[in-house]
């Protein structure tokens, strides 16, 4: 179960991390072609997406890794499992409801973790 969360936790965290880091930089009218969601938003809330995005990522592993605040990894698995259900509630009231499988498939990756590592296995 340690080896599936840990793989899980660096794939995800890998997707996070490009996502956060592209949108905390970028401006955005560059991600509006292929995020045309960014539109709906302020350029600083799209920022402040991303940011949130980075630092999940970085909560995913950093905290397990060192064995310090260990108990921050399944806090970021379930702020970014929240993060997806957000984006498809968003994705349902624009009607957008082909991005929902994705949002559901990250969803259901990062509410494994955290439910692994909320769990009485060792990190």
């Known amino acids: 179960m340690n080896v599936l969360l840990w793989i899980l936790q660096g794939l995800l965290a890998l997707a996070f991390l490009a996502a956060g880091v592209m949108k905390s930089t970028q401006p955005k009218e560059k991600l509006a072609p292929n995020m045309p969601w960014v539109n709906d938003f302020s350029a600083g809330t799209v920022k402040f997406i991303g940011v949130a995005e980075f630092l999940g990522a970085v909560g995913l592993i950093l905290p ?60």
């Open 64 to 123: 397990a890794l060192t064995g310090i605040a260990v108990i921050l990894t399944p806090i970021a698995a379930a702020a970014l499992a929240l993060t997806m259900a957000l984006a498809a509630a968003y994705h349902v009231r624009k009607g957008e409801y082909s991005a929902l499988g994705i949002n559901g498939a990250i969803f259901l990756v990062a509410a494994f973790i955290a439910w692994g590592r909320f769990g009485p296995w060792p990190l």
